[in-house]
């Protein structure tokens, strides 16, 4: 069974960027289908982007385009999440977690990173 | 950024049977799409409780069960336990939006 680990928390000023990364333990991605995932603090959750690191292919919110860009490295097993020009409103948990290939539910979570945006 | 619409809370006494509801629409729920269930404790990572309407993965006890009917879709734990107080989201996907997953906006079950 598939771990997902992510980097730290991260404190930024807003209008800059901030990159979190999630590695995967136990197995290689495979086919897998890795998926981005945010969790304002009290609030529900908002999908972000996912991305078929073997494939390349990539899929984005429209609330994110232009400030969202992620990618993977197959070398290390290793995603990535970068978000641009940050607001008070990006201060969140965001969560890396893997897409079954049978359908869409997300049956492997990373433990979160929190981003905290302020001046 | 919610799609789906939850109750806020739920509550009940242990050994009770509480249920919850995820109502959607005709482009997401209602069109035929799959709706999951996660389970969030304070501070951790949702974990999936239920998939595909109504199967449980390896390891969730057989008290928490779902359906989908329409344009809504429930969870239900019955035997309730004080462990089982956590907040519970639904997922599915919206043919009308280019995300590809549409999250609830959330529930908190009391014990």
């Known amino acids: 069974q598939v771990q997902l680990a992510q980097s730290g928390t991260e404190v930024k000023k807003p209008g800059s960027s901030v990159r979190v990364s999630c590695q995967a333990f136990?197995?290689?991605?495979?086919?897998?289908?890795i998926n981005w995932v945010r969790q304002a603090p009290g609030q529900g959750l908002e999908w972000m982007a996912r991305i078929i690191p073997v494939l390349g292919t990539l899929n984005y919110a429209d609330s994110f385009q232009g400030r969202l860009t992620i990618g993977a490295d197959t070398f290390t097993n290793s995603v990535y999440m970068d978000l641009t020009s940050l607001t008070s409103n990006d201060t969140a948990t965001y969560f890396c977690a893997r897409e079954s290939i049978a359908d869409d539910w997300l049956d492997a979570w990373g433990q979160g990173t929190l981003v905290i945006v302020s001046s | 950024h919610s799609v789906l619409t939850q109750p806020s809370s739920v509550s009940g006494a242990p050994g009770q049977r509480v249920t919850m509801s995820c109502t959607g629409s005709?482009?997401?729920?209602?069109?035929?799409?799959?709706v999951h269930w996660y389970q969030q404790f304070p501070g951790k990572a949702p974990q999936l409780l239920i998939y595909a309407d109504n199967s449980r993965p390896a390891g969730v006890p057989d008290r928490f069960s779902g359906s989908r009917s329409g344009t809504s879709a429930s969870l239900a734990i019955t035997g309730l336990q004080a462990e089982d107080e956590a907040d519970y989201f639904c997922?599915?996907?919206?043919?009308?939006?280019?995300?590809?997953?549409?999250f609830g906006t959330g529930t908190k079950v009391i014990v």
């Open positions: 005709n482009s997401n729920i209602g069109a035929g799409h799959h």
């Open positions: 136990g197995d290689t991605f495979g086919n897998d289908i």
């Open positions: 997922q599915s996907y919206d043919t009308s939006l280019s995300t590809s997953k549409v």
